[in-house]
Structure formats: C-alpha cells, structure tokens
C-alpha cells in the first residue's frame, strides 16, 4: 500500500464549477501538507502550504486537512480553463534525521470552457 | 527573479553514453534535491544535499551521483545510461537543511531519453 493515496483521474469539469481533489495517507507522521500545480511540460508550483487541521483559503483555492482521518482535499471554486493541470498533493514528516516528502501521482484536471 | 534553472531541457542520450543534468538555484537555499518523474510513479527522490559539501540518497539512487561544491549548484551525473533512465528529472530546493518541513521549490525539469 502507498503511504500517499491520489486518484489519478484523468477528471473533466466545466468552467465555473467548483473542484475537489482529495489525497488519502496512512502514515501518521505526516504533519505538513502541500498541494502543487503542474502545468504540461513544466515543474510543480507550490499552490497551499499547510500544518494544521482545518481550512486555508487563499482566493479560490481552499485546502483543508483531517488529520483524524488522514484525508486532504483541495477545492477550488469558479474553475477556469486556466486551471486545467495536473494537481498533486505532498505531505512531509522529519523521520530518522531528515525531511520525508511524499508526493501523490497527481490527478490531472481539464476546465471545459 | 530566476528561482530554480535546469539546463538541458530536452536531451537524447545512446546507451551507456554519460551526462551531466546541471541545477542552479539563486535563492541562497540548503536543501537540494533531484527526482525522476514517471507516468503512474510519481515523484521519486534519487539524490539530495542539505549543504555544500553534504549529500546523500534518496529513494532510486542506483545509476546517479551527484556532488554539491557550491550552494547555488547540484549536478546529477548519469555514469552509463540505460533505458530505465529515460524519464522526466526535476530539480528542486528550499530553505534550511535536513530538519525542516519547508516545502520545496521546483525547476521546469529536463526531458531524458536513452535510446
């Protein structure tokens, strides 16, 4: 079992229509959580940065964490076709002296105008 | 405003030719990192260095090596490529060294294909 569960879709939306893409963990340790955009043929781009449980909204994006039940989940609101990219979610935990980043394989979002 | 640079973009390797991926950062981080993307695997961490002089393994080491003279620069060498190197390799960095849970910062990446 991966410690980072990401359904890869592909998933398709019309514009305007509110997102939510989730991420699954099993590793407790996890304690920062990030999701990252990742436009075709370029890097991820760090989109939400976040430690605790709850929401964090930044414009149209909100993430939000339950640690209790080891699930993430990225809303984003108003979509647009220029949010059509590739999303994945990371999570981070200091394990045996240094930093543990696990990405999931990200799903891949298309906005249809 | 260059944050993280990787050069070549795109590269064509034969089999058991060797390379160099270069990865320079100007925002004075620690922490550097190499991964190899690949469909259905995710990111994957073949090498990292919390500081000049300092690196160690990550996750797929096996076929790469790397060094760290300088804190803006983190090259990864290929020794003898084979096709199961052929993929798409990132490189990324962020503030402070080992004990942290900064995120990090990505390049635009290199495509490598080993024929």
């Known amino acids: 079992q991966k410690e980072v569960e990401q359904d890869p879709g592909p998933l398709s939306v019309p514009e305007g229509a509110i997102v939510s893409l989730n991420c699954t963990y099993s590793?407790?340790?996890?304690?920062?959580f990030m999701w990252y955009r990742q436009y075709s043929r370029k890097g991820p781009e760090l989109l939400m940065y976040?430690?605790?449980?709850g929401n964090k909204e930044d414009g149209r994006f909100t993430a939000q964490v339950d640690k209790s039940s080891k699930y993430i989940s990225l809303f984003i609101r108003d979509s647009q076709p220029s949010d059509s990219a590739t999303y994945l979610c990371?999570?981070?935990?200091?394990?045996?002296?240094?930093?543990?980043?696990?990405f999931g394989q990200g799903t891949r979002l298309t906005i249809n105008p | 405003n260059a944050g993280v640079t990787q050069t070549p973009k795109f590269q064509v390797l034969k089999t058991g030719q060797s390379m160099t991926l270069q990865c320079a950062q100007d925002m004075n981080h620690e922490y550097m990192s190499w991964y190899r993307q690949d469909p259905g695997m995710g990111l994957r961490l073949i090498h990292y260095s919390v500081g000049a002089g300092i690196t160690d393994q990550g996750e797929v080491p096996n076929g790469y090596n790397v060094s760290r003279s300088t804190t803006e620069d983190f090259p990864l060498r290929l020794l003898s490529a084979a096709p199961s190197q052929t993929s798409v390799y990132f490189c990324a960095s962020r503030r402070f060294g080992q004990y942290s849970n900064q995120p990090q910062h990505f390049g635009d990446g290199t495509r490598l294909s080993i024929l």
């Open positions: 976040t430690y605790s449980s």
């Open positions: 990371a999570m981070s935990a200091i394990e045996e002296g240094a930093q543990k980043l696990v």
């Open positions: 590793n407790s340790a996890f304690q920062y």
